[in-house]
């Protein structure tokens, strides 16, 4: 047998194991369906089982093609140089055996985690290596019966693994004769082409294009939590578990002790306490409100909405003319001097529902998070104020963990694109046309509302039909300079901010309408990623909008030199709306009382001036106010170390200090 013949039949052998670990992975997923379901006995339609299979099946395209890919290098790889393929059948089976083992025995695993944590293998996976671990096994064997798992698996084990002998060997087909050439080079050509296509679609866990790949992050597609756990076979579940250990690991890069943290927050509360807990810094009374308390209050936080649109350099460039309508109106007040909480989406999703400054130690993966609800955090308080709690994404639940995180700190209600009978959208989430459109017809009157919304339209990898929703009719693109216009890239990111700013707007106006006795608070998560300034000034990199609109709102509502972070929205929306002496925690100061530092991740503002940490220089902003007093680095340093530093051991230790 040629060396070509059998690479060609080992070839066979690797889609065969390809297939077989493939199936068991279903097989698997179904099973684990039946068995948890029997004991939740949630509501579960067919339709939603079959949206998971198929998306379970497409993610375990990924696993399977990992596990075989391992063969090919070992087995088929080396059949272009040995000949011996009694060895390498042997190896293969003995590889496909071992990974039948390890599947099954994640899978016996699942089941008792699951029944534990609610969840598939995730971060917490990894608190094994902290626990006693005659502790665990002892609880393991009372609680679980681990006497009958270890039956369970081996059995399952053997069955599956003579059924994987048999199947390795049913009958290959010999490489083809032919009788020219080019005819074995064209049929060559034709399987190299076949398997770098199938090497993408795997990839992409069944797709061609990255646009649609499936991944852990983007899996939740039913509104089912068993059936979203599901979703992800054990291997892409411990794939989960290790990335967002690894975010938590990396993140851990401060030092800070007891002592530190009472000097920080005598600081920023100006104030000694007698109980040693971190929080009783941050309380704070409303001083009384400044405008009638609204029926429903909406936190928008668009996704990549940036300030540099709105900035009159760029008024050629008019994809924010929505937004810029509504700061134009009596009731609306703009702080352009205002930062984000840090680079990413997540970051602001953090910090407005913890109430806790961006610090990299992700606090919707701690185990703090979901112990105790933070007294900063924003639900939390808007419950106390009378409010019903509600979260709305425009994208999946199970996206770095937003749905439990949410719940957890305080919403009673989270919304997500899995709720929404409409699918257009990609894989990160529904179109933004939709999304606002489910909210819009599912606010309810009866009783007041807190509504935190997070869009998602407005992102990679920019699939909006812009044609189809007038973009390329619009002033907008029409009076693009001719210089963007030739880069279609550019003109697609263009368009797709002018699309989420102008459904945003209808949104907003829609509610105004049906619900005048409203206050909207719109913010952007990050500043833009577009690429659209080739030499962005520091301000223009970070900066985003904050905008305050509804009945009693006016320009003179907040002080002039105002200017802050995302981290001083929650202070802001207390004063603007509780009675005089409400008790609030925060760690910002409210923008009604001359907050003059804006924190960011990697950047602060103060007064007319932006710059980075550990950075000397910084850039005078003249256009926002006429004061050019260069504020002192040393206090601005102090400040945002203090924030910063109460943040992270509030997350990371708890709220005791001593």
Wanted: hydrophobic share 45%; charged share 20%; aromatic share 14%.
């Amino acid at each position: 047998m040629s060396r070509l013949d059998l690479f060609y039949k080992n070839l066979q052998q690797d889609l065969k194991l390809f297939i077989f670990i493939w199936l068991v992975l279903g097989i698997f997923r179904l099973s684990f369906i039946a068995i948890m379901y029997a004991e939740v006995r949630d509501f579960i339609s067919l339709e939603d089982v079959v949206v998971s299979l198929y998306y379970g099946g497409r993610i375990s395209l990924k696993s399977a093609g990992l596990l075989a890919i391992s063969t090919f290098l070992f087995c088929t790889a080396t059949s272009l140089v040995s000949t011996d393929s009694k060895h390498l059948r042997k190896l293969r089976f003995i590889l496909g055996s071992a990974y039948v083992f390890i599947i099954t025995l994640l899978f016996h695993v699942r089941i008792p985690y699951y029944r534990e944590f609610a969840s598939g293998f995730n971060q917490f996976v990894f608190n094994i290596f902290k626990d006693d671990i005659c502790a665990l096994f002892n609880s393991t064997i009372q609680y679980y019966h681990i006497s009958v798992y270890i039956i369970s698996i081996i059995f399952v084990w053997f069955v599956l693994s003579q059924l994987l002998k048999l199947w390795l060997q049913v009958k290959t087909f010999d490489f083809p004769k032919f009788s020219r050439t080019y005819y074995t080079s064209l049929f060559v050509i034709t399987m190299l082409v076949t398997a770098i296509f199938s090497v993408r679609f795997i990839r992409f866990g069944g797709s061609l294009l990255p646009a649609n790949a499936i991944n852990w992050e983007n899996a939740a597609k039913t509104n089912n939590l068993l059936l979203n756990e599901a979703i992800l076979d054990d291997l892409q579940a411990l794939y989960r578990a290790y990335q967002t250990y690894e975010i938590l690991h990396q993140a851990k890069g401060l030092n800070l002790s007891s002592e530190r943290i009472d000097q920080f927050g005598i600081l920023l509360s100006r104030k000694v306490i007698q109980e040693k807990y971190l929080e009783d810094y941050l309380a704070k009374f409303s001083r009384g409100a400044r405008i009638a308390k609204p029926k429903h209050v909406f936190l928008i936080i668009a996704e990549s909405y940036s300030q540099w649109p709105l900035m009159a350099k760029y008024e050629k460039i008019r994809i924010s003319s929505g937004l810029k309508s509504i700061i134009t109106k009596d009731n609306a007040v703009l702080i352009p001097s205002f930062l984000p909480s840090g680079n990413g989406t997540i970051g602001a999703v953090n910090c407005l529902i913890t109430g806790l400054a961006e610090v990299n130690v992700y606090p919707n993966y701690q185990s703090e998070t979901f112990k105790t609800q933070y007294a900063t955090a924003l639900a939390v308080q808007m419950k106390q104020l009378g409010y019903k709690t509600n979260f709305w994404y425009g994208g999946y639940g199970s996206w770095q963990n937003i749905e439990k995180f949410a719940l957890a700190q305080g919403f009673e209600r989270f919304y997500s694109s899995a709720d929404i009978l409409n699918k257009s959208g990609n894989a990160w989430g529904i179109e933004d046309k939709y999304f606002l459109r489910f909210i819009m017809s599912n606010i309810n009157d009866n009783s007041p509302s807190f509504n935190m919304i997070l869009t998602s339209s407005n992102h990679h990898p920019y699939t909006i039909n812009l044609d189809q929703e007038g973009f390329y009719d619009s002033i907008a693109f029409k009076d693009l300079p001719v210089t963007i216009k030739r880069d279609e890239e550019k003109v697609v990111k263009l368009g797709h901010f002018w699309y989420g700013d102008k459904i945003l707007t209808n949104f907003i106006e829609s509610v105004r309408t049906n619900y005048p006795d409203s206050l909207f608070i719109i913010t952007g998560d990050h500043a833009d990623r577009m690429g659209i300034i080739s030499n962005p000034t520091l301000f223009e990199r970070y900066s985003v909008p904050l905008v305050i609109y509804g009945n009693g709102v006016n320009k003179s509502i907040l002080p002039s030199n105002a200017c802050g972070a995302h981290i001083n929205i929650i202070p802001t929306l207390v004063e603007l709306i509780a009675p005089k002496g409400f008790k609030y925690y925060s760690l910002g100061k409210s923008l009604t009382q001359e907050n003059t530092v804006g924190i960011h991740q990697g950047a602060w503002i103060c007064g007319n001036y932006i710059g980075k940490y550990n950075y000397d220089a910084c850039e005078c902003l003249q256009f926002i106010i006429n004061d050019k007093l260069q504020p002192d680095l040393g206090q601005v340093k102090s400040i945002t170390d203090a924030v910063r530093g109460l943040s992270w051991w509030r997350i990371i230790n708890g709220n005791k200090i001593h």
